[in-house]
């Protein structure tokens, strides 16, 4: 009797064990579920952030070219400037020359009509 006692003790202790491993390997099967699962939501995100990358990079490639655009702009305006300044130089010096030779002209008049008075 003892040795059938001892065998079912045995066999009751196995049984546990064998239901502990079964509960652990479901558990682990649980968790490698769940990590396949974030797994796949990770890919998801890096996607998607691969795609804002790519966003953001067309976004800088096209904001370089418009600060070229408003580079050649400006530079253009102060070439516009140069020339307005260089035109308003010689539009002022040609009025101080009409100007030195009215006053010239008047004084050669006046003296005309002086002689002519005397």
Partial sequence: RRVHGGKRMRLAVLEEERAAVERAVADLADE????ESLLDRCHEQASAVEEQIKALENER?????????????????????RAERGALVKVTDAARTLSRD???ASLVLEGMLSTEGA
Avoid: S, V
């Fill in 32 to 35: 490698a579920m769940l990590a």
């Fill in 61 to 81: 490639a096209r904001l370089a070219i418009e600060a070229h655009e408003l580079a050649d702009a400006a530079a253009a305006i102060r070439a516009r400037e």
């Fill in 102 to 104: 009215t006053h010239k």
